[in-house]
C-alpha cells in the first residue's frame, strides 16, 4: 500500500497550491480519504476528508478556503488550497481509511509566506 502526495511547496500569502495523492494498493473508492496537516511543535490535525460517497468534511480553520476531491478512476484525492495563510504552513499527509485499516503518506511540505 503507498500514498504518494505531491504538490508542496513555498507559496505567498493570499496564493493557491493543489495538492494531490495517490493511491495504489488499496480499493480506491471503498476508502475515506482524507487530508491531515502538522504543524511543527503542533499535533497532527484534520484539514478535510471525503468520504467513498463523496460526502465531505472540513476543519472550521480551512472552510471556504479548501476544496477536497476524488477521482476514483485515477486513485488520487485533492485537496485546492486558496487565499492561504502563513498559518497553514506545515506537512500535509494524506490519508486512506476503511473499517480497521488506516494508511498515511510521508507527507509534503506547504510553506507560506507573508
Known amino acids: 500500500v503507498q500514498l504518494v502526495e505531491s504538490g508542496g511547496g513555498l507559496v505567498q500569502a493570499g496564493g493557491s497550491r493543489r495538492l494531490s495523492c495517490v493511491a495504489s494498493g488499496i480499493g480506491f473508492n471503498i476508502f475515506d480519504m482524507g487530508w491531515y496537516r502538522q504543524a511543527p511543535g503542533k499535533e497532527r490535525e484534520l484539514v478535510a476528508t471525503?468520504?467513498?460517497?463523496?460526502?465531505?468534511n472540513y476543519a472550521d480553520s480551512v472552510k471556504g478556503r479548501v476544496t477536497i476531491s476524488r477521482d476514483n478512476a485515477k486513485n488520487t484525492v485533492y485537496l485546492q488550497m486558496n487565499s492561504l495563510k502563513p498559518e497553514d504552513t506545515a506537512v500535509h499527509y494524506c490519508?486512506?481509511?476503511?473499517?480497521?485499516?488506516?494508511?498515511w503518506g510521508q507527507g509534503t511540505q506547504v510553506t507560506v509566506s507573508s
Open positions: 490519508n486512506g481509511h476503511f473499517l480497521k485499516y488506516d494508511y
Open positions: 471525503i468520504a467513498s460517497s463523496s460526502r465531505t
